[in-house]
């Protein structure tokens, strides 16, 4: 296919004026790496999970109704990994890992005999997997659609759909390695929690909490689950403390002796802070989770590589203009003669 | 005397049971203790034996819910056994003898059996003022506990209250009720906890003392491990329903009405040993126990949980072996990553399979070469044969 040289320049310079008018990846590179005013999220405490799987089978129920996080037009039962006999379809739904229709999931570490509860060696733990909501996700910077959103009120990072082109990148740039890809489906969407946001207007919360037998998910403002983890951290273990049930503020309680956490709270620091927080008894390295995950938020590294593309372009642009002004200078002048 | 003239001799007695139902009973029962199937044989012999052990039952402080499961039992034959097979020497509920009648019956079984009797005990005993709280006959349950348990052979206590106390000694326990352990604190005592507890433990437990005239194996708190030494939460039938993450919220919602885990309604199964998912409630029918018919377990069998913590608060799960069916955090570990593992598999298959379909082909090509110049060939032959 052969393009005209007058084509090629529109081209470059219509994309670039675009690139500039638009702004959409800039916009959501200098995301504020403060917490939203009213930032909510979930407090995870694995030493209080008994693994029941109750938040996953509601988390998956409440998503698939008009709003949520799985809902797609025409839905009429949640989504399930696996498929179980005729007139029973999802029954056998154990799913091993997030997928495009789990959104969150409960694991176990299990070393030696397993025998005891939140140790590393010849114990187990559960844990539990799920978005975090960076307070500046890598998702929402790198996304080059605008699909991915920051709530700016509430800071749950949401999915536009209608926006999204299927390129997968915020599946490549998430450090947690959460948003995942309806790939058995025609018109695949990516899949990924939203902190049940759209069940806020009716006064509930993330259902993960609401139907968590233990307290081992809270909702609750970050603010108020950071100074919990952190008062949990302090104490002795052993000490007998009333967890909060359901949310941090709850009236409903669990008494029990604190366990021995190893660590601090996963998500302070990890990619610039994360708006769900998690607590554990193992190591969150031996739970899985990666260790070179930097403390900095992601989005300033994108930054630093998309405010130089301007600059490529234009160096391109005056480079090859230049070249061919030298290059095509002798043919002026024999035009002249 | 021959083995079926022993049979003959206490058959009547047993409500004229065929000697098949009764090697059956026997087999059964055998397996109901986990013991293997020739102690069968073994326990038809102690029970035909003529000398049967007497049994002192004493109630104190108690509802009489524990003999009355023992009578609800129905299977085959089993109120003849229960009262020929040992000799129920003294019965505040069941004995035909009333007021000083029973009582001398009493005196008079203990003095001729001293040092071979079996106690049986249900009910809690009063302790606080003398244990004024419990009279029989004029006397407190304290003191004929105590007069009567030096000479008993084996003591066995019924029921949670005779076990540690049971609703009896629940806060604000007013009459300072203790269980039989607690006062005869140099005795082993055998314990059958429940509310009312099986019959079939005490009935197994009884058997395993006359067979082997040794007491089966007790756990610390003196309860037969045979009964009591699983979790009901980790043979629960619902125990399916708590590793999918189905929960009755409510009673009578959706998931409660379709039979699922009663944890969240506090069910104390993860709290509390015992055989009620293998055996059911008595003989109540198929299904029968109270998780079978959709109320959380009470944990009545287990001190501290049934009587102390609330009906429906949330239980703590006692011991717990992972799931196996749980994602885990590195599946594969230690070694290659399945990602890469498939690659391989998938890589070497192409090779393969690429070599496989060259060789055929290349072979078939040769062959189906042979074969049309053979064929040409013939029919060239044909052809000139023809011309």
């Known amino acids: 296919m052969a393009i005209s040289r007058r084509g090629f320049l529109k081209g470059v310079a219509g994309g670039g004026g675009l690139l500039l008018v638009s702004g959409v990846p800039f916009a959501h590179a200098r995301m504020s790496k403060e917490l939203p005013p009213q930032a909510v999220g979930l407090l995870y405490d694995a030493t209080l999970c008994i693994g029941c799987k109750s938040c996953m089978v509601n988390c998956k129920a409440q998503n698939s109704v008009p709003g949520g996080a799985l809902y797609k037009k025409g839905m009429k039962a949640p989504p399930y990994d696996s498929k179980g006999p005729r007139g029973d379809e999802g029954i056998w739904d154990a799913p091993q890992e997030l997928s495009g229709k789990t959104l969150s999931i409960i694991k176990v570490y299990k070393n030696g005999t397993a025998e005891t509860k939140d140790t590393a060696v010849n114990g187990y733990s559960f844990f539990k997997q799920q978005c975090l909501h960076c307070i500046t996700p890598a998702c929402a910077s790198v996304c080059p659609a605008g699909a991915f959103r920051k709530d700016p009120v509430n800071g749950s990072v949401y999915y536009l759909a209608e926006r999204c082109i299927g390129c997968r990148y915020c599946q490549l740039a998430c450090p947690f390695g959460v948003p995942r890809y309806e790939w058995d489906s025609a018109w695949p969407e990516v899949r990924k929690c939203q902190l049940c946001r759209h069940r806020y207007a009716d006064g509930k919360y993330a259902a993960c909490a609401e139907f968590c037998p233990t307290g081992a998910t809270i909702f609750g403002k970050v603010v108020d689950l950071r100074n919990e983890a952190r008062y949990r951290l302090a104490q002795k273990p052993g000490t007998e403390y009333d967890f909060p049930i359901k949310t941090v503020d709850s009236t409903e309680i669990s008494r029990r002796p604190i366990a021995r956490y190893a660590g601090g709270t996963y998500g302070l620091v990890e990619a610039g802070g994360t708006q769900n927080i998690m607590l554990s008894g193992v190591s969150f390295e031996l739970l899985g989770f990666r260790k070179n995950i930097p403390n900095s938020d992601l989005p300033e590294l994108t930054w630093h590589y998309i405010r130089k593309i301007l600059w490529v372009f234009a160096g391109v642009f005056a480079g090859g203009t230049s070249l061919y002004a030298f290059t095509h200078r002798q043919e002026k002048e024999e035009s002249h003669d | ?387």
Not at chain 2, 16 to 29: A, E, P, Q, T, W
Not at chain 2, 61 to 83: A, F, K, Y
Not at chain 2, 135 to 140: C, D, E, L
Not at chain 2, 282 to 305: I, L, N, R, S, Y
Request: with cysteine; aromatic share 8%; charged share 20%.
């Open chain 2, 1 to 387: 005397m021959s083995k079926s003239d022993a049979f003959n001799s206490v058959s009547w007695r047993l409500g004229g049971i065929s000697r098949r139902d009764f090697l059956k009973f026997c087999s059964v029962m055998a397996v109901g203790m986990g013991l293997p199937l020739s102690a069968g044989a073994r326990i038809a012999e102690a029970i035909t034996n003529p000398r049967r052990p007497p049994v002192i039952w004493l109630s104190f402080q108690e509802c009489t819910g524990c003999v009355e499961s023992l009578l609800r039992s129905n299977h085959p034959t089993l109120e003849h056994l229960i009262l020929d097979l040992i000799s129920l020497d003294y019965s505040e509920t069941l004995s035909a003898a009333a007021g000083h009648q029973a009582e001398a019956a009493k005196a008079r079984s203990i003095e001729e059996n001293k040092g071979k009797f079996v106690l049986v005990v249900d009910g809690a005993i009063p302790t606080k003022d003398q244990g004024i709280y419990c009279k029989v006959a004029g006397k407190t349950a304290l003191d004929i506990l105590n007069e009567t348990a030096p000479h008993a052979a084996a003591i066995v206590a019924m029921g949670s209250c005779a076990s540690w106390g049971g609703v009896a000694a629940s806060g604000p326990n007013p009459t300072g009720a203790k269980g039989v352990p607690e006062i005869l604190s140099n005795k082993t005592v055998v314990t059958i906890p429940g509310c009312p507890p099986n019959p079939y433990n005490l009935l197994s437990t009884i058997l395993y003392y006359v067979t082997f005239n040794k007491l089966p194996e007790l756990d610390p708190q003196g309860r037969p491990k045979f009964a009591f030494s699983r979790l009901i939460h980790e043979n629960c039938e619902r125990r399916p329903h708590f590793d999918a993450g189905r929960f009755a919220e409510q009673f009578g919602d959706g998931l409660h009405r379709k039979g699922a885990c009663l944890y969240k309604l506090g069910c104390k199964g993860p709290e509390t040993y015992a055989n009620c998912p293998s055996v059911l409630f008595g003989e109540t029918g198929a299904g029968t126990w109270p998780v079978g018919v959709g109320h959380p377990c009470f944990g009545c069998a287990e001190k501290g949980v049934g009587f102390s913590t609330p009906m429906y608060q949330l239980a703590t799960l006692k011991e717990m072996t992972p799931p196996v069916f749980f994602g885990e955090a590195f599946p594969n570990k230690p070694g290659v990553s399945p990602g890469i593992k498939t690659f391989a598999a998938g890589s070497a298959g192409i090779v393969v399979g690429a070599a496989g379909a060259a060789a055929i082909t290349g072979l078939g090509a040769k062959k189906g070469g042979n074969l049309d110049q053979r064929y040409g060939r013939d029919e060239k032959n044909a052809r000139d044969k023809e011309e």
